[in-house]
């Protein structure tokens, strides 16, 4: 009986040491199962964050900055600052010209309409000259202007005699004000000398001086100013100053003239079916400016 509890006893213990080394060994393979877990996680963890530098890097080299317009810009604007906005795009699809310093656009006029998110670059682009000391605004009404003329058309001035010979007198002059049928262009000191001459010119031989427009005035070249000064005219301005008021003043009246022998023409109907056309053409242009604005906002 004795023995049978002493070998009861033996089996306990055995069991219980059995029990107790096992659950040592699990707890230390557990231990080292959560350490190796830990590892590994960390592990995967720098290599992502090795992986995420490495293609912020390669991001990065293979884009560059830029800047486009916020909205669409008409040809002759200039650009302001508040125009733009900055953009990232992939090294390969923007052209070599492309501008990357917001300085470089602020302050220049667009050669061309450019559409809203367009990136900028030197060829869409140029600078005005600057003013010079002699500029001066010049009204006249004694130009016979363009039907279709507007503000900021961009003319070049001329005059024919009526032998035929034309001549160009003024190149390249942006209309800045107009209003009935008198035009306001700047002139320099030289230009002003040349005008006056073709006044009275134009005045004593019945020559016509009229306007001419340009079809794309930011992409096309200045024409270079051909008509020739007329020193007997000029000898003539200096003995009576007063001249060319005289012939200028001749010259719009013989303008005006022509004008109100065209209007004259035309009936009152005429008059109100093209008045309703314009007033068409103008409501067409403007559905599909605001059409274009809402596909590009898509």
């Known amino acids: ?21 096992i659950g040592v060994l699990f707890a230390g393979y557990a231990v080292y199962s959560v350490k190796h877990l830990n590892k590994t996680r960390s592990a995967l963890i720098q290599q992502y964050e ?25 040809a002759g604007h200039k650009i302001s600052e508040g125009d733009l906005t900055s953009v990232e795009m992939p090294k390969d699809r923007v052209p070599q010209d492309w501008i990357t310093s917001k300085k470089d656009i ?24 600057a003013a010079t ?9 004694f130009v016979v202007l363009p039907g279709t003329l507007a503000k900021n ?4 001035i001329r005059i024919q005699f009526p032998t035929g010979q034309d001549y160009i007198l003024l190149s390249k002059k942006k209309i800045q004000r107009l209003s009935s049928g008198v035009m306001t262009i700047t002139i ?17 031989h019945k020559a016509s001086i009229y306007a001419l427009l340009y079809v794309e005035p930011y992409l096309q070249s200045k024409a270079i100013p051909t008509y020739p000064v007329n ?42 079916n093209y008045a309703a056309q314009q007033a068409s053409e103008v409501n067409k242009a403007d559905s599909m400016e605001i059409e274009e604005s809402f596909v590009m906002s898509k």
């Open 1 to 21: 009986m004795l023995k049978m509890r002493q070998r009861t006893k033996l089996m306990i213990y055995s069991g219980l040491i059995g029990a107790g080394v």
């Open 50 to 74: 090795t992986e995420i530098i490495q293609l912020k890097d390669e991001r990065i080299s293979t884009t560059v900055a830029g800047w486009t317009t916020k909205t669409k810009i008409t």
């Open 106 to 129: 602020a302050g220049k006029v667009a050669k061309v309409s450019i559409g809203a998110n367009t990136l900028l670059t030197q060829t869409l682009l140029f600078e005005e000259e």
């Open 133 to 141: 000391d002699d500029l001066r605004y010049r009204d006249m009404g």
């Open 153 to 156: 058309d961009v003319v070049d």
């Open 188 to 204: 320099n000191e030289g230009e002003i000398l040349s005008l006056s001459s073709a006044i009275v010119d134009a005045y004593l």
């Open 231 to 272: 020193q007997a005219v000029l000898d003539l301005i200096k003995r009576d100053p007063n001249i060319v008021n005289m012939a200028e003043q001749a010259l719009q009246l013989s303008s005006r003239s022509g004008l109100e022998s065209d209007l004259s023409v035309l009936s009152p109907d005429k008059v109100v």
